[in-house]
């Protein structure tokens, strides 16, 4: 099984729609983190969570909100999904590396 | 800017020649990490090297660093076609905490001509 399981794997919406991206983990790890990747700018940092009770903001989280459900799940919301948030967003988790989720491929109309 | 930057963009060599990448970044470092992404698939760990290192190897792959000029090279020998895919180098920044918030560069494509 994998380490980081992230649900769903692709989805189409429409602009104005909201979308959670969910994400979980089964090695107990407390750091979790969101990243977004678009081509030609890398992976960009949106959400990290230290524990349950500990959400920070990353380097573009405007519209973007999050969940620490659990230890194990850490979800991403999109209130109000727009087109440019069209991209490839990662789940991840430590400890030392991190170990990534096999993404989920959104694409907004 | 705190993100790495990785160089060449893109590099295109024949099976069984050395590839050499690059990364650059701005500040100090505890660690600087070489991830690998096949096309559309999740990042995967390769090497992590940290501040007061020189030089790592894991198999074929070979990782150096310079503080002094805050850069870092990855070298692949004796590639494969299979090693075609993007690398990414990825800093944790002095005082953000151990792996706290992994800051990636922009990626280099590699392509393996058989």
């Known amino acids: 099984d994998a380490d980081v399981t992230q649900t769903p794997r692709n989805r189409i919406t429409k602009t104005g729609k909201r979308i959670m991206l969910e994400c979980s983990q089964t090695k107990g790890h407390d750091r979790m983190y969101w990243y977004r990747q678009d081509p030609g700018l890398g992976l960009r940092l949106i959400y990290y969570?230290?524990?349950?009770?500990?959400?920070n903001k990353g380097e573009i989280s405007d519209g973007y909100s999050v969940s620490r459900q659990a230890q194990a799940k850490f979800s991403l919301s999109l209130e109000s999904a727009i087109p440019n948030q069209t991209a490839l967003y990662f789940c991840?988790?430590?400890?030392?590396?991190?170990?990534f989720g096999e993404g989920s491929r959104l694409t907004v109309l | 800017s705190q993100q790495g930057e990785e160089d060449p963009q893109a590099l295109s060599i024949q099976e069984g020649e050395n590839a050499t990448m690059n990364c650059s970044y701005k500040?100090?470092?505890?660690?600087l990490q070489w991830y690998r992404q096949n096309s559309g698939r999740g990042l995967v760990h390769l090497i992590l090297i940290r501040s007061n290192e020189r030089e790592k190897h894991s198999g074929r792959l070979r990782v150096t660093l310079d503080t002094s000029k805050k850069s870092s090279s990855l070298l692949i020998t004796a590639s494969r076609a299979a090693d075609t895919a993007s690398y990414f180098c990825?800093?944790?920044?002095?005082?953000?905490?151990?792996?706290?918030?992994?800051?990636f560069g922009k990626g280099i494509t590699l392509s393996v001509r058989p």
């Open positions: 991840a988790t430590p400890p030392g590396e991190l170990f």
């Open positions: 969570s230290f524990d349950v009770k500990d959400i």
């Open positions: 990825a800093t944790d920044f002095l005082g953000s905490g151990a792996n706290s918030k992994l800051t």
């Open positions: 500040t100090s470092i505890n660690n």
